[in-house]
Every structure is written in structure tokens, then in C-alpha cells.
């Protein structure tokens, strides 16, 4: 059994919710939102997966108080309490929370995710790999545009998904043809 455990701050517990549903082999309202075809990635048992907890982590006292976070890098802005960086800062903070969210909990992959200005962060951690990325949509938190936000929570959240699925599947070769993705080997 592989855990799965998130922190996520753009992507709203989402990410989390569709890795159960695809745990759980869920279907109709309750099944998965964003994944269509599964057998396009390979044929990894998902019946192997479960998730530990999904955490929305938007704001630093979220970090400091439920992640245990001790001194987080200090955010461009806040937006009552919501952590506000640039898009070199999100990533930053995606790997903090995905680190901190593995720790707490044990689990066997970690998914943590921020954005602030920019094409928002997304770092994936398993005891092999660090991945980091970002989206592929641009928005600013500060200018609370509601649908460039929601492209980009719609984007990290299927970018995100996807990277997952071709992990599993021991498909890195076709992760590292995403747009702004970085693998790094832990030895």
C-alpha cells in the first residue's frame, strides 16, 4: 500500500480528494473530476494507493501551527493570513509543505502546493524523487481575479494528477517533457 499525504494551498484539498476517489475506485458524483482515461498512463493497481489526509494549508499560521513549520520563509504579502509569494517563492514553500506534510504523517509521497503571483508552485517528494513545478496559468492572488485563479487551481490541479499517474506508472520520462519541471534523484 502506497500513503499519500497533501498540503495544499492553491489547489484546495483537491488534489487530495481525486487520489481517493481513484483509490477507492469511486464513480459517478463522487468519482474523480479531472482524471478521464487511466489506462493512457499504464496499468498501476490504484487499489494500492490510500490517502492519509488532505490538507488546505492557505495561510502561514496553517504552516507554522498545523504543518510545524518553524520560521517560514516570510511571504511577499499577506492577505489575512494568506501567504502571498512570487512564483520562485511558491515553489520554495510547495517543497516546505510537502516536506513537512511527509514528516507528519509517514506517508510514501507527499504533494504540496502554493501560489501566490505567478504560475503558482507544486512539488511532489517520495522517498526516491523530489519533483517541482508550476502550473502552466499565470494569475495574481493580490488581484483576485476569480477566473485566472480558477484556471490555475484547475490547471495545478490536473498538471499535478498527471504527474502522479506517469510516477506510478514509472513513466519519468514523459514527466520530464512538462513544461518547467525538475527531478531531483534523493540518494
Given amino acids: 500500500m502506497i500513503?499519500?499525504?497533501?498540503?495544499?494551498?492553491?489547489?484546495?484539498?483537491?488534489?487530495g480528494r481525486e487520489l481517493h476517489a481513484l483509490a477507492q475506485?469511486?464513480?459517478?458524483?463522487?468519482?474523480?473530476?479531472?482524471i478521464e482515461n487511466l489506462k493512457e498512463y499504464g496499468?498501476?493497481?490504484y487499489n494500492e494507493l490510500s490517502v492519509t489526509?488532505?490538507?488546505f494549508i492557505p495561510t502561514i499560521e496553517a504552516m507554522e501551527k498545523v504543518l510545524n513549520v518553524k520560521n517560514p520563509p516570510k511571504p511577499n504579502k499577506l492577505i489575512k493570513g494568506i501567504k502571498v509569494y512570487d512564483e520562485n517563492g511558491d515553489k520554495t514553500v510547495s517543497k516546505i509543505m510537502a516536506e513537512a506534510v511527509k514528516k507528519l504523517s509517514d506517508c510514501d509521497i507527499a504533494i504540496g502546493t502554493t501560489a501566490g503571483i505567478g504560475?503558482?508552485?507544486?512539488?511532489?517528494?517520495t522517498?526516491?524523487?523530489?519533483?517541482?513545478?508550476?502550473?502552466?496559468v499565470y494569475a495574481d492572488l493580490c488581484e483576485n481575479n476569480s477566473e485566472k485563479l480558477?484556471?490555475?487551481?484547475?490547471?495545478?490541479?490536473?498538471?499535478t494528477l498527471e504527474i502522479m499517474?506517469?510516477?506510478?506508472?514509472?513513466?519519468?520520462?514523459q514527466i520530464k517533457s512538462f513544461e518547467n519541471v525538475e527531478i531531483i534523484r534523493n540518494l
Fill in 43 to 45: 496499468d498501476y493497481d
Fill in 53 to 55: 489526509c488532505s490538507l
Fill in 150 to 159: 480558477f484556471q490555475r487551481c484547475k490547471n495545478g490541479i490536473e498538471k
Fill in 3 to 15: 500513503k499519500i499525504a497533501t498540503a495544499e494551498c492553491f489547489t484546495q484539498g483537491k488534489i
Fill in 165 to 173: 499517474l506517469l510516477l506510478l506508472n514509472n513513466d519519468l520520462d
Fill in 119 to 125: 504560475r503558482g508552485g507544486i512539488c511532489i517528494i
Fill in 25 to 34: 475506485n469511486y464513480e459517478g458524483n463522487f468519482g474523480n473530476e479531472h
Fill in 127 to 136: 522517498d526516491d524523487y523530489e519533483i517541482t513545478t508550476t502550473t502552466d
